[in-house]
Structure formats: C-alpha cells, structure tokens
C-alpha cells in the first residue's frame, strides 16, 4: 500500500481539456474522495491514476516510483467500475479469483523465478474476503443473477482480494437504491477503517463524500477546486462553487452591492442593508449564509429582520424553510424594493407557510465572494444589524 | 353471455388460422427434403418418379443408391469427404481466429483510418465471390497455387475473414469497454485479456462465424471447379456434379439425391455440436447474454 501524488496532470481529448492541470497529493492509507457534476474529469483523473488512460502532462507517482510509463497491470492497484465491469461469463467465485490466476509471486525456494498462486492459496483468498463482505453464499452465482447490491460487493472483493497498493472506487454506489445505499456508504468507511488502504473514491454526490472522506477534492471543469477535510470545506470554501457545491441544503447567497455610506461600507441588497468592513471599494459582492446559521424567530429581537415564510420542505428532523425578508422593524424604507429570499433550516414542525417571523444570523459565520467567485477573505460583516 | 361465446370465437378462428399457416409452410419446408429422401431410396427413371414420390411403393424401396455412391464412385466418397473436411475445417479454422482478431482491432482499438477500413470490408462483402474468381485464379497460377491444397485455402478464409471479421466486430462493440479494462486492471497484458475475456464472451458468434465459415467452403462449387484439376482433391460438391453429370446419358435421380443426403450429414452433425452457441449467435440482436 502506497500514496498517490498528481503532478500537474493535464489531459486532453482533441478540443476539449477533461482534466486542466491537477495535482494532489494523497497519503498512504487516506481515504479521498473526488467530488464534481457529471463531466467534471473525475473519472478520466482515476483512469490516469489506474494507467487506462495517459495523462496528455504531467506525471503520476505511486508511492515514491514513477509509473507514467508502467501498464495498468504493473501498478497493482484495483479499480471498482461504476458498472462494476464484472466478467459476465464467470461465476462470482472465478470473479474474485481471476486476477489471483494470472498473478506470479516469487518463489519461496528460488526468489529470482517466480510461481502461480495455489488452488489452495487462491481459495484461501476468495474465502477470506466473501466472508469479510458476506457474500460466502452467493459464490457460485453469475453476475445476471445477483442483485445490485451484491455485485457491487463481488466488484469490492474483486479489489480487495488482490491486496493493491491503492483502490479506485468510480461511483461504486449510484447504482444502489437508496436504502441500501446509505448501509454500503457505512459499511465502506468500516472497511477501510479496517483496511487502512488509500482510497480514491469518485462520487457527484456530497453527502457521500461528507460521510466518507478524509479530504474532499472538489473539480470542476477538470479544475481542482480545493482539497482539505470535510469540515474545512464547509467552513472554509475557497470559492463559491465549493461553497454552493458542499453542504446540504445548499448555501444561500445574497448577490448585492458594496456602496460607501458615510465613511464606512454598506452591503445593499433590496430592503437589506448589513454594515461591512474590509472592502476597499465599493462594488458587486456576494454574501454565502448556511441555511443552518440562519436563525429564525417567532419574536422580534435585536438585529433581526422581519419576514414572512413563503414555503415549507419538511426534510423529516428538521424543515427547510423559504423567506420573504423586507426591511428591519421600525426602519421605513425610503424606496420600498422587492424582498429578499432566504432559506433556514429550523426544528421540525416549528413553523408554517404564511408565518410572520424576525430572521437573524451570526456576523462571524457570513462569507464574502466577489463577482467572480473568489472568496474575499478580509471581508466581515463589521457589526450585528440594526 | 354472448361476448364471452364471441371472444372463444374468435381466439378459436385465431388459432385455426395460425395452424394453416403453419402447416403450409412446414408442407414448403419439409415436402422437397421427403422428396430427396424418397428418390434416393429409389432406382426409377425419372419419368416414374413423381408418382412414385406421391404414393411410394413399399416394394420398390432400395439402398442400392447409398451403395453406388458410398463404396462403388470414383473418386470415393471417402475421399471427397476427406477433402471436403480439410478445406472447410481449414477455413473455419484460419477464418475464425483471423476474424476474431480483426473484429477485436476493428471493435477495441483506435488507429488512424478504422471507420475507412470497416467501410472497405463491408464493400467487399457486398460483391459476389465469384467475380474474384478470375484475379485469384490469375495471381495463383502465376504463383504455382493451383491445383493444390493451400491455393483453395486461401480464397476459403480470406472470405470467412471478410463477412465473420464483421459479424464478430459487431458483436464486440456490444461488450462494454470495461470489461476488458477491468482485466487489464486485475493484472493481465491486452494479448491474456483477449484470450481469457474477450474470446469466451464471443463463444456465441464465434459459434455462428465458424459455422458460416465451414459452410461456404463446404457446398462451394465455383471455385473448387476452377482451381481443382485433379480428381484426388476434388470435394463433395465436385462428386456432387460429377455423378449428375456423368456420361450414362440419362440422369440417375436416385445416385444424385443419395450423394445429397450423405453431403448433407455432417453438417448436420457439426450444426447439433455447436447449435447453442449458433442460435445464440443469430439472436444476439433480441437477447443479450
Ligand atoms: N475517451 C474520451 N474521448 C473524448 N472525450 C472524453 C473521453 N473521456 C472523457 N471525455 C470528456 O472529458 C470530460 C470529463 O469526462 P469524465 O468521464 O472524466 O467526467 P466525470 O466527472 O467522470 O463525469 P460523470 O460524473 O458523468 O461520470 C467530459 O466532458 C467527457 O466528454
Ligand atoms: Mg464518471
């Protein structure tokens, strides 16, 4: 088992660059998971790794060697196919031990010549792992014959029996309905807890990859966004796309201006007016709320704006609710604008459409962005609303 | 009440219809091998025969037919087989393997020109093969192929290469790409992938190429006649003509249609060895495995 390290890795297809200059360094052992909408370049970034698809520049390195040259076969790693890609003309038992079949191992007696496995080395293996992943049962089965959540567990063992120094796993779990869904997302994280193997897994979807990850690398366009731990995404996006791409249900934005309002800076959004700091100039910003900071109350308190609930999804523990916020109570607009929409997420049942509320949050936890989608980090709101 | 007499009414009309059918066309189907078969059994002259067909008389049924043609011809039957067997086997054989390595370049692999080199192949499938006789006998004679084994061979697979080649490509494409990828993964070359992913998952139309491929050498005429000079090498369809053909003046209906039906045996054989992978391989279109 070893890490994995991208050096700018570039691909391109005739016009069009799936993966634009990667690199990612991935420890010995760390579960990554590589998250992007559909035709980000995910799967071609695994596909480079894997040796199945050359790398236009750039270079790839398993462990510390140097594989842009090696055949797929020659970097021992294990790949799980979105379609699983199980032969359909063997059995699961011959599934598993396929590779272990063509695989040569030094010789005991004689280490410069080397052997096949034995019948019995190889059906030691196939056992150990149906046993680890419950499919002992089902080993006599073809593929057709199983269900979705059972080939995707011989795909699994398939990886696994051939102890590789990495897995690349590309949406293994899509295919899966969402019941069993979550149940195989659980018992994955177990196995490389168990394990302890370097994991690349590919998934569009970010629950999973919150769930899963060590560190979260997030594409688009054949971009690497950022990497870091889930945490640190959510908390720290270095742009928006990551900030709207991280975190269910999505971060809401208010895209508004930064005018100069006597000596200081206002963010003005409709009826919204927030006092800002850090901005040398005024100019079009954009404010990112998770919908969890967003506090909403029955009662007017200090530094809440008055709004009215426009629609309610009950998400089961707890309910998205959509706003309508017009101007701070007491304050009369001089031009009366169109009110601003927000979504909370609150307790379960606490409110209904048509409700008349007071909407907060906390200044610390707002983030800024610019027309272009950086993250202006010196930015703050610079005191709690009026 | 009355609906329900009309609906088995009709179901009954249905399945009336659908028999008559049937039995006419297993009448067009069946009627012209009972034909052979009781001809063959039979030493009439032609002008006899029909009645004799539409109502046979026990007492004039005979094998002595099967026994001109097994063991009183010249050349022997057993040699016509003989050389039938080793050019139809050849070419299924070389055909086959030459076929399945095509389709899998032609399915798997990207170079420069394939689409044009699929559109050659198939134009050349669509002429006939036997306006290629001429240049083939043309270029063998100068290459002292004639009349010899190899000579007939080689026009023999390079037309199975032809139409399988296609057939076996087509059949590929229906495999998805990372199957192979899954193998080249789990630690084998692209030449073990092809071997022992690859080739069992074309059994079916691999069935069916070789079949084709063992059928068109085997009841070739055309050909055969025209590189074949010496009656050792002649083959089944050669003998076939040769016994029509000879020089008694009246044709011997009996001799013909005997030779037929021993021609006619071993492909049966070879069809009832292989029939699962060619019916497997004719309906690929409607299921795949
Ligand atoms: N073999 C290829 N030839 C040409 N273009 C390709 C090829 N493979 C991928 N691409 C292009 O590269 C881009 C990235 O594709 P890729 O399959 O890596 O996306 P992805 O993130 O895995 O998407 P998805 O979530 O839909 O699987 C896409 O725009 C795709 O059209
Ligand atoms: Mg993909």
């Given amino acids: ?386 | 009440m009355k609906p329900r007499r009309r609906r088995r009414w009709t179901r009954w009309a249905k399945r009336i219809a659908s028999h008559v059918v049937l039995i006419i066309a297993c009448i067009f189907a069946v009627f012209p091998i009972y034909f052979i078969v009781v001809t063959s059994l039979s030493t009439l002259p032609i002008a006899g025969i029909t009645a004799h067909v539409l109502l046979p008389n026990p007492s004039q049924l005979t094998l002595s037919s099967y026994n001109t043609v097994l063991l009183h011809e010249s050349p022997s039957y057993l040699s016509l087989l003989e050389n039938s067997l080793i050019f139809s086997g050849s070419a299924a054989a070389i055909g086959l393997l030459l076929a399945a390595f095509t389709g899998f370049a032609l399915s798997k692999f990207n170079f420069p020109g394939r689409r044009t080199f699929v559109y050659f192949i198939l134009l050349i499938s669509l002429f006939p093969s036997v306006v290629m006789i001429i240049p083939f006998y043309l270029m063998f004679a100068k290459l002292g192929l004639i009349d010899s084994y190899i000579g007939l061979i080689i026009p023999y697979s390079a037309g199975a290469v032809v139409f399988s080649g296609i057939l076996v490509k087509n059949y590929m494409d229906s495999i998805p790409d990372d199957i192979e990828e899954a193998a080249l993964i789990d630690g084998m070359s692209r030449t073990e992938a092809f071997f022992r992913v690859m080739i069992p998952l074309c059994l079916p139309v691999l069935g069916l190429a070789a079949f084709l491929a063992f059928m068109g050498p085997y009841t070739d005429y055309a050909y055969a006649h025209v590189f074949l000079t010496s009656s050792d090498k002649w083959t089944l369809a050669l003998g076939l003509y040769n016994i029509n053909s000879s020089d008694t003046g009246t044709q011997n209906y009996g001799l013909v249609t005997s030779f037929a039906i021993v021609m006619s045996l071993p492909i049966v054989a070879f069809y009832m060895v292989f029939q699962r992978y060619i019916i497997g391989g004719l309906t690929l279109g409607a299921v795949r495995g």
Wanted: charged share 25%; glycine share 10%.
């Fill in chain 1, 1 to 386: 088992m070893s890490g994995i390290t991208l050096q700018n890795i570039t691909k391109r297809f005739k016009t069009e660059t799936a993966v634009d200059d990667v690199s990612l360094s991935i420890q010995d052992g760390e579960f990554v998971v590589i998250l992007g909408a559909s035709g980000s370049g995910k799967t071609t970034i695994l596909r480079i790794i894997a040796g199945l698809e050359v790398q236009t520049t750039g270079h790839v390195f398993i462990g510390d060697v140097l594989v842009d040259d090696y055949e797929p076969r020659d970097r021992n790693i294990a790949m799980v196919f979105q379609s699983y890609a199980l032969y359909p003309h063997l059995s699961a038992y011959d599934n598993i031990a396929f590779g272990l079949r063509v695989r040569r191992i030094p010789r005991e007696d004689d280490p410069d010549r080397d052997r096949h496995l034995t019948h019995q080395e190889i059906d030691g293996k196939v056992r150990g792992v149906s046993q680890m992943l419950g499919i002992a049962e089902m080993l006599q089965k073809r593929p057709s014959e199983l269900s979705g959540g059972q080939r995707q567990r011989v795909a699994l063992a398939r990886a696994i029996v051939r102890d590789p120094e990495a897995f690349l796993l590309d949406e293994p779990l899509s295919n899966l309905d969402a019941k069993i869904r979550s149940n195989a997302r659980i018992e994955l994280k177990r196995l490389h807890q168990r394990l302890r193997q370097t994991f690349v897994f590919v998934t569009h979807d970010q629950t999973e990859a919150m769930t899963l990850g060590d560190r979260l690398a997030i594409v688009n366009h054949g971009r690497l966004l950022q990497c870091d731990t889930p945490e640190r995404t959510l908390s720290h996006p270095l742009n928006q796309f990551v900030a709207s791409f991280v975190g269910s249900p999505e971060m809401v934005f208010l895209e508004g201006n930064v005018e100069s309002t006597g000596g200081g800076f206002t963010f003005v959004k409709g009826p919204v007016r927030i006092p800002v700091r850090g901005t040398g100039s005024p100019g079009a910003v954009t404010i990112g709320l998770r919908p969890w900071d967003i506090r909403v109350e029955k009662a007017s308190t200090p530094g809440t704006l008055s709004g009215r609930v426009t629609g309610v999804e009950r998400l089961g523990s707890s309910d998205q609710l959509f706003l309508d916020v017009a101007s701070p109570p007491g304050a009369s607009p001089t031009t009366p604008a169109a009110p601003v929409s927000l979504r909370a997420l609150v307790r379960a049942y606490d409110f209904d459409v048509g409700d008349g509320v007071f909407v907060g949050f906390d200044p610390d936890r707002a983030l800024f962005f610019n027309a272009e989608g950086g993250r202006l980090e010196s930015m703050s709101i610079s005191s709690p609303l009026p």
